[in-house]
Every structure is written in structure tokens, then in C-alpha cells.
Nanobody, 128 residues
Framework: QVQLVESGGGLVQAGGSLRLSCAAS????????MGWFRQAPGKEREFVAS????????YYADTVKGRFTISKDNAKNTLYLQMNSLKPEDTAVYYC?????????????????????WGGGTQVTTAS
């Protein structure tokens, strides 16, 4: 069973940057797609970005496209989310998740049902 632990969250001024990490235990990390989701106060959890097992297909939510970059280091069993030009509306708890697939379409990548393991989340707060 894979366990996921996020880190790297914090408080940042608008326009600043943060890099989130998600450390995974278990041997299935390299063969699975992975994703980042976020949940703001009072809102439902939403898709942020995803990456397939080999990094060939990467998808982003329109709200973060051009500012966030997802990457995956299979040798280190770690998923990353580089977040630049942060905005107050990016404030949320960020979760990483392991997909039940090695590859998938964006329509599936955006749905929580595509994922079978979740981390506990890390708080990102962007001050205006």
C-alpha cells in the first residue's frame, strides 16, 4: 500500500513561489500516474495538475496553467508541484494522489475516482 506525505506548503506573498513535494512509499510509484488537487475553505476539492507514469502526458487546470509545473522523480519516489506567480485565490490545502492507472485522459485525470491513495495535505496561503 502506498503512503503519500506532502511538504513544502507555507505562507507566501502574492507573486511569490513555493515548491510542494509528495514523498511516496511503496514500489508502485514509478508505474502510476499522479495528481495534485486542492481544497479551499468552503469549497469542494478541485483538480490542479496530473502527470502520467512516464511524464509523457501532463494536464493542468486552466486556473494554474502557465504558473504551476508538475514533475515526477521516479528514482526518488517523489512528486513535485512548482507554483509561481501565486495569487490569493491559490490559498488552499494541497493534496497529492496516486492514480489507479499508469496513463489516462484529462477527463479522467480531473476526477477523484481516478485516484486510490491520498496524502494528508499541506496548507498553502497566499497573502495579498
Amino acid at each position: 500500500q502506498v503512503q503519500l506525505v506532502e511538504s513544502g506548503g507555507g505562507l507566501v506573498q502574492a507573486g511569490g513561489s513555493l515548491r510542494l513535494s509528495c514523498a511516496a512509499s511503496g514500489r508502485t510509484f514509478s508505474s502510476n500516474a499522479m495528481g495534485w488537487f486542492r481544497q479551499a475553505p468552503g469549497k469542494e476539492r478541485e483538480f490542479v495538475a496530473s502527470i502520467t507514469w512516464n511524464g509523457r502526458n501532463i494536464y493542468y487546470a486552466d486556473t494554474v496553467k502557465g504558473r504551476f509545473t508538475i514533475s515526477k522523480d521516479n528514482a526518488k519516489n517523489t512528486l513535485y508541484l512548482q507554483m509561481n506567480s501565486l495569487k490569493p485565490e491559490d490559498t488552499a490545502v494541497y493534496y497529492c494522489a496516486k492514480a489507479a492507472y499508469s496513463d489516462y485522459t484529462i477527463s479522467l485525470a480531473r476526477t477523484e475516482k481516478a485516484y486510490d491513495a491520498w496524502g494528508g495535505g499541506t496548507q498553502v496561503t497566499t497573502a495579498s
